[in-house]
């Protein structure tokens, strides 16, 4: 009978637990902090919104968010080394970001960095998973840099099952077009 009730309550200990205990991660609560900066991003206003990041990461300078949407400012802005710097920054912070991956991965490309650039759209296309189409076209830009051409058709063709129009486009251009033979006549 006592087994029974302490079983009893040890059940609705765990059911309040479970209930009353915060399940939002440290990156979901940052991300809705930060929606003034992430608006500003969508609204393409890079300069206020690097300025908002720039200012929330003295402010919280373990969020690995406020360094990520830095970083993308950065990248926006065309200075690739800083946002490499930063979006380093997000990922020893939380490692499981995706698009600081990608935004990391667009970086290196940009410094003509391939083998790094491909490794981090390695990354992205794992952590995405399936989600965008993005990663995958990137992943093939940098496969193309490295000539890995078959691989790179296999990373366009699953970008273009995803809906991705510029990876369409991207296969119809060399080294993916095949010549076409004209027959003569004699």
Request: charged share 30%; aromatic share 12%; with cysteine.
């Amino acid at each position: 009978m006592e087994v029974a009730a302490l079983g009893f309550l040890f059940v609705i200990y765990l059911v309040l637990r479970y209930y009353l205990i915060d399940h939002e991660t440290a990156t979901d609560k940052d991300t809705r902090r930060f929606q003034t900066g992430i608006q500003q991003i969508k609204a393409r206003q890079i300069n206020e919104a690097f300025d908002y990041f720039n200012d929330a990461v003295k402010q919280h300078p373990n969020s690995a968010v406020a360094y990520a949407f830095r970083g993308k400012c950065q990248l926006l802005l065309d200075n690739h080394y800083s946002a490499i710097y930063d979006l380093t920054q997000a990922l020893n912070r939380d490692n499981t970001i995706a698009d600081c991956y990608l935004d990391r991965g667009m970086a290196f490309y940009k410094t003509e960095q391939y083998t790094e650039a491909f490794r981090e759209f390695d990354k992205a296309v794992w952590h995405i998973r399936d989600e965008r189409p993005d990663a995958y076209r990137w992943r093939a830009r940098a496969r193309i840099e490295l000539r890995q051409i078959s691989q790179a058709e296999n990373d366009l063709r699953r970008a273009v099952m995803l809906g991705d129009e510029d990876a369409f486009q991207l296969l119809r251009q060399p080294p993916f077009t095949r010549p076409q033979t004209v027959s003569k006549r004699r």
